[in-house]
């Protein structure tokens, strides 16, 4: 079975990138296993303490190195990514001994797909720049994305809800990503 590991993009308790996640998940069902990456110990990128890696930095690698795919869902903060979505890929990016850049990162190659909900722009240029950084990293981007617009119920009562055509959308995401790791 293919093991997909999501990235949720926001810390917060009742995040709806992470409600967004779960809808995929089930979308998914039992046609793979899913894991979420716990990333909360994972510290700045510092040139001082890159080798040997930080104990929670083996732990991101081996978790990316053991997935064959990952699955972003990120909210979009002042037209970006979050500082910490930058922050776990600036990681991963990095080779995993002291000067040998012949060897591929763990990121290299890496099967991504992209989500994200937002205000009305639906996270368009969070993705934007998140697949050029990535790009960057030579992951794979895949497509299509799945940009979501909050509800007016989302930013008054914290209640996502989405719509039929978001729904489908997602759907449209979750069939091409289950076909792109086959
Ligand atoms: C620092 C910051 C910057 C933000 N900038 C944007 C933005 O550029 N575009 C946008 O759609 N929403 C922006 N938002 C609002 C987020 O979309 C909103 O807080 C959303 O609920 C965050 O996702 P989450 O629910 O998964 O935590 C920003 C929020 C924060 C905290």
Not at 66 to 71: F, I, K, T, V, Y
Not at 173 to 182: D, G, H, L, R, T
Request: proline share 4%.
């Amino acid at each position: 079975m293919k093991r997909i590991l999501f990235i949720v993009g926001s810390l917060r308790e009742g995040s709806f990138n992470r409600q967004l996640a779960r809808e995929a998940e089930k979308m998914i069902g039992t046609r793979a296993e899913v894991t979420y990456l716990d990333y909360r110990d994972i510290p700045v990128i510092n040139q001082d303490i890159e080798f040997p890696e930080p104990e929670a930095v083996a732990g991101l690698r081996a978790a990316v190195r053991e997935a064959d795919a990952l699955w972003v869902f990120t909210p979009e903060y002042n037209f970006s990514y979050p500082g910490h979505v930058k922050n776990l890929f600036d990681w991963l990016s990095r080779p995993l001994v002291a000067g040998d850049y012949e060897t591929p990162t763990v990121i290299n190659g890496k099967r991504i797909a992209l989500s994200g909900a937002g205000g009305k722009m639906t996270t368009a240029k969070c993705r934007e720049k998140l697949t050029e950084l990535l790009t960057f990293m030579k992951a794979d981007v895949m497509e299509p994305q799945t940009g979501i617009v909050l509800n007016v119920e989302a930013w008054t009562e914290g209640r996502m809800i989405l719509s039929e055509e978001q729904k489908d959308s997602l759907k449209k995401q979750v069939e091409a990503f289950m076909k792109y790791i086959s």
